[in-house]
């Protein structure tokens, strides 16, 4: 399956930033992700006990195989837009610490 890389903002990679798309990455935003992956683990461990019973007989694989196909690609794409904008930060940041600030 291809991706289109297109509609990924580059951005923060750019310079001459302002200061609004500096701000760091808020600590909700690790929380939601934490919890993403919290939930989407627990349906995973559970379709592995499902999978375990004799009820099912078809086999839950192709849907274990896909949530953590999901759990996966989802992390990539966050982890990727959160390490653009926290190395464009910290780029900002340190440049600020070595070059004073003209008032």
């Given amino acids: ?18 200061p609004a798309e500096l701000m760091p990455v808020k600590a909700h935003v690790y929380h939601a992700i934490a919890e993403l992956n919290a939930g ?7 379709l592995q006990i499902l999978q375990n019973n004799q009820l099912f007989p078809s086999g839950l694989t192709p849907m274990y195989n896909l949530l953590r196909g999901i759990r996966a690609r989802a992390n990539r794409h966050l982890m990727s837009a959160i390490n ?6 910290a780029g900002h940041f340190q440049q600020l610490c070595i070059e004073p600030q003209k008032h």
């Fill in 1 to 18: 399956m291809a991706t289109n890389k297109a509609k990924r903002s580059i951005h923060l990679t750019q310079p001459n930033h302002s």
């Fill in 40 to 46: 989407l683990e627990k349906a995973i461990q559970h």
């Fill in 84 to 89: 653009e904008r926290e190395t464009a930060n």
